[in-house]
């Protein structure tokens, strides 16, 4: 089973509101990733995750804060966005964050910032 | 350079015609390949990995790897109008903790 889910599956808020995104693993996988995607273009990494340890934050702004609260879960706390900020926001997961592991993704949450 | 390039697309092929989509890098630490499928509205799924050079069938996909030209394919033989999707080609590069490096997509319309 390669299932990563996420919830909501589509979320409208306003720009003084705070949000969360969701994504569960059941595989035991120990790396997740949050990523975000604007139309026609491809998912642009925005965190890595190894064993709950944050490991790669691609100089995401801070109104995006995410946490690792055990190897299954993953959350994306979400605080003051622009509208720029709408777009598919990705969850995905892998064996570990070796070269050859695949990444999963999760059927994504589509966030709308009004 | 692009550190990951795909045909600018979009390609259309005709039903049970073989649709070629191409994938070159730029960074020779890369490791592994992989390409997705996204339709429209919907994540990524998974169709192929391949990490050393040659051929890998599963079904009607066949991936090509040469690492030398830093070139990556991907053939889908008997084209049907469901696989109409874009297809992400994703590379893995050694020692970057995980980080996939995707190409802008090949957008392809099978038509019947």
């Known amino acids: 089973d390669t299932e990563v889910t996420q919830t909501p599956k589509h979320l409208v808020m306003g720009m003084t509101n705070k949000k969360s995104l969701k994504c569960e693993q059941h595989m035991g996988h120990r790396a997740m990733y949050w990523y975000k995607q604007k139309a026609k273009k491809p998912p642009e990494l925005m965190f890595v995750y190894s064993y709950e340890k944050l490991s790669i934050n691609e100089s995401v702004p801070s109104r995006f804060s995410p946490e690792c609260p055990n190897s299954s879960l993953l959350n994306l706390h979400l605080h003051a966005l622009q509208p720029e900020d709408s777009a598919l926001y990705l969850c995905?997961?892998?064996?570990?964050?070796?070269?050859?592991?695949?990444?999963?993704f999760g059927p994504g949450t589509r966030l709308t910032v009004l | 350079q692009k550190e990951v390039e795909q045909n600018s697309g979009p390609l259309s092929v005709p039903e049970g015609a073989i649709a070629s989509l191409n994938c070159t890098y730029s960074d020779r630490g890369s490791q592994s390949f992989f390409w997705y499928r996204q339709y429209s509205g919907k994540s990524p799924e998974l169709i192929m990995s391949?990490?050393?050079?040659g051929d890998k069938e599963d079904g009607r996909f066949t991936a090509q790897l040469n690492k030398a030209s830093q070139y990556v394919s991907l053939l889908i033989r008997d084209s049907q109008p469901s696989d109409s999707a874009t297809y992400l080609c994703?590379?893995?590069?050694?020692?970057?903790?995980?980080?996939?490096?995707f190409g802008q997509g090949t957008e392809l319309s099978v038509k019947p």
């Open positions: 994703a590379v893995n590069i050694y020692n970057q903790g995980g980080k996939l490096i």
């Open positions: 995905a997961s892998s064996q570990d964050r070796e070269g050859t592991d695949t990444q999963y």
């Open positions: 391949i990490y050393s050079n």
